[in-house]
Nanobody, 127 residues
Framework: VQLQASGGGLVQAGGSLRLSCVLS????????MGWFRQTPGKEREFVSA????????DYEDSVKGRFTISRDNAKNTVYLQMNSLKPEDTAVYYC?????????????????????WGQGTQVTVSS
C-alpha cells in the first residue's frame, strides 16, 4: 500500500488549501483515513479522521469549523479542505490509512493504530 499526499503550499493567514491523498495497492474502502501534522521539535498530532464509509468524522479541537475531511472511494482519495488558515497551522501534514473490516465503520485519533503513512506535504501559513 502506498499513500501519496499533495496540495500543500504557502498561503497567507485566512486563506485556504485543499490537501489530497491517494491510496494505491489495495481497496481504498477497506481503510479508515486520517490526517496528522508535525512541526520541528514537536510530536505528531492528530488533525482529522474519516471512517471507511465517510459516515463518521472526527476533528482536533483547534481545527473544528475550519477544516473538513472527505473521501471519494471511487477515486481512492481522501481530502482535507482547510479554510481560515492560521500561522499555527504551519506543519508537515501526513495522511494515514487504518485497515478495517466493513463492520468497523469508525474513526481513530491514535497514530499507532494506523498501518500506512504518506510522505507528508508542507503547509506554510504566513501572517
Amino acid at each position: 500500500v502506498q499513500l501519496q499526499a499533495s496540495g500543500g503550499g504557502l498561503v497567507q493567514a485566512g486563506g485556504s488549501l485543499r490537501l489530497s491523498c491517494v491510496l494505491s495497492g489495495d481497496t481504498f474502502s477497506g481503510y479508515a483515513m486520517g490526517w496528522f501534522r508535525q512541526t520541528p521539535g514537536k510530536e505528531r498530532e492528530f488533525v482529522s479522521a474519516i471512517s471507511w464509509s465517510g459516515g463518521s468524522t472526527d476533528y482536533e479541537d483547534s481545527v473544528k469549523g475550519r477544516f473538513t475531511i472527505s473521501r471519494d472511494n471511487a477515486k481512492n482519495t481522501v481530502y482535507l479542505q482547510m479554510n481560515s488558515l492560521k500561522p499555527e497551522d504551519t506543519a508537515v501534514y501526513y495522511c494515514a490509512a487504518d485497515r478495517r473490516s466493513y463492520s468497523e465503520d469508525y474513526t481513530t485519533n491514535m497514530d499507532f493504530k494506523y498501518d500506512y503513512w504518506g510522505q507528508g506535504t508542507q503547509v506554510t501559513v504566513s501572517s
